[in-house]
RNA sequence: UCCCCUGUAGCUCAGCUGGCAGAGCAAGUGGCUGUUAACCACUGGGUCUGGUGUUCGAACCACCACGGGGGAGCCA
């Protein structure tokens, strides 16, 4: 059987097709029938004719009852459309209806559903030509991923999801367990988690970073690309609970290498969108946001601007009357200063560097400065924050000292010092949202919209 | 966690100062020789999110709960 992708590719020999795909819309009139079915392979419906006069009396059955959302097999040859609106058409001579959808109570419309509305049937909406299009979207840039890495000779590593370590630093955990939570409520003790599975307090993990770091000290360039768990309880469009994670890490490589692996790595991405992905993004440039194409063209043939944090705050210093929350050197920046710097000051995505070391994590690189690490987030109009990344402290005594200055305890990162302990070597990377690169990419507004089944904060629905 | 908005037919919404529940689309029926957001006509469709209160009378006012959306913070 063929996809509706591949014979629309085909040329109009009159050949015959069988089409199988669900029924998006049925248009009558009094002697002929027109079913446009879609089967997710590609954005376009293939139209399929009929002649109810000619039809026997199973397919005039099923054809009166295929409505939309309807599984049919329609069989017919394929021509060219003597109407406009498409090229090519089926013919069709018979038509097997394989499961019903009852027009009474089947909840999509040929008509444009509310992206809120279509968030409460999670289920039915990559029917829709918006979530089959973010789907398509969403593999293909993964497939790009993982190409642009393999391409460069990185390796695949996959870290665990379950972690017993408590002081990720990245925000809250998941917590895992295997012991009867109701019992002990009921019984009024005090949890111990010796007995529980793993015989201590375990997690969902936050972040590959800690453990991919091991393994780029020994295979040179790694990545993970994984789901990641954060419970914070933040209710926004760009944050999932549950989301997905892209962070690669090199060896022997200083801030700027990793910089230029950021900036490489989402023009690739991007360039795949547009060549791959064309008649998607087609439809999100005229429906979901326009001018989006252009706007990702420009950013692929563009240099990524750079500036430090310090340079930055000096920026938004000149401006200070147009923001709520005053720019100082120390701020960390708000959203409405990311936006400024991204769409009014270099008008592209910007790399920003060297942050106070109060405002980031304990593993970044000190600067010889004293007061700043070599950290470095990627900030692309609309969106804000896609990447965050740093060169790691790779100094032992350093990184205790930044330990301990941050309140931690080293002893319980035994293991993450003993990779500076021994055969220690600069390394750097960075950790790229895979939900927030679909939004840049297809312009959607809400980061549920863009993961097949969200869960956020009192949502877990499906 | 904080701030703002919102909840009326399957969907999107209107509903004035408190006085008989509305429209468009969808659905059903009929019509129409090729439609493509098809078109034309007719029909059916309601616990106005739930609770409590105020009132002769509540979709409308007050309070509480729940759901949805947006913004902020946290971050990817």
Excluded at 23 to 37: C, D, N, P, S
Excluded at 163 to 186: C, H, N, P, R, Y
Excluded at 203 to 213: C, D, K, P, T
Aim: aromatic letters at 10%; hydrophobic letters at 40%.
């Amino acid at each position: 059987m063929a996809s509706i992708r591949e014979i629309l590719s085909r040329d109009p020999d009159g050949a015959t097709v069988v089409v199988k795909g669900w029924v998006r819309t049925k248009r009558e009139t009094k002697g002929t029938v027109f079913l446009e079915l879609n089967d997710g392979s590609c954005f376009r419906n293939v139209q399929c004719v009929f002649d109810a006069a000619t039809l026997d009396a199973n397919s005039r059955n099923a054809l009166e009852r295929a409505g939309t959302g309807a599984a049919v097999a329609a069989t017919g040859s394929l021509v060219s459309s003597p109407a406009a609106g498409q090229t090519l058409e089926v013919k069709a001579s018979a038509l097997e209806l394989i499961g019903e959808a009852d027009p009474e109570t089947y909840p999509l419309q040929k008509k444009q559903h509310s992206f809120e509305f279509l968030r409460e049937i999670a289920h039915l909406r990559p029917r829709t030509n918006t979530f089959g299009a973010v789907a398509r979207v969403r593999n293909r840039m993964a497939f790009a991923a993982h190409s642009f890495f393999q391409e460069r000779g990185f390796q695949y590593i996959h870290t665990p999801i379950i972690t017993a370590s408590d002081a990720e630093g990245a925000g809250e955990m998941f917590q895992v367990t295997t012991l009867d939570l109701d019992a002990i409520a009921k019984g009024g003790k005090s949890v111990d988690y010796a007995r529980d599975f793993f015989g201590k307090r375990s997690y969902l993990s936050v972040s590959g970073q800690l453990n991919v770091e091991a393994y780029c000290m020994a295979l040179g360039s790694v990545y993970t690309f994984g789901p990641t768990f954060r419970a914070e309880n933040s209710n926004t469009t760009r944050h999932l609970a549950e989301f997905w994670m892209i962070e690669p890490e090199i060896a022997f490589a200083e801030l700027p290498e990793n910089m230029e692996l950021a900036e490489d790595f989402l023009k690739r991405l991007l360039s795949s969108a547009l060549d791959d992905c064309a008649e998607d993004l087609e439809f999100f440039d005229k429906r979901i946001q326009s001018g989006l194409r252009e706007s990702l063209e420009a950013v692929r043939s563009s240099k990524f601007a750079h500036m430090s944090y310090t340079d930055a705050v000096a920026e938004l210093e000149k401006r200070k009357d147009s923001f709520e929350f005053k720019p100082f050197w120390g701020c960390d920046l708000q959203t409405e200063h990311e936006r400024f710097l991204t769409e009014q000051v270099v008008k592209g995505p910007l790399i920003v560097t060297d942050y106070p070391k109060e405002l980031k994590a304990f593993y970044m690189r000190a600067n010889d400065d004293g007061r700043t690490v070599r950290a470095m987030d990627v900030l692309v109009p609309r969106i804000g924050e896609i990447i965050g990344g740093s060169e790691r402290e790779y100094r032992y005594d350093a990184l205790v000292g930044a330990m301990k200055a941050k309140g931690l305890d080293p002893a319980a990162y035994g293991w993450y010092l003993d990779l500076r302990r021994y055969g220690t070597a600069p390394h750097s990377g960075f950790g790229l949202g895979f939900e927030r690169l679909i939004r840049w990419v297809t312009g959607m507004e809400n980061i549920r919209d863009v993961i097949p089944f969200p869960r956020a904060v009192k949502q877990a629905e499906f």
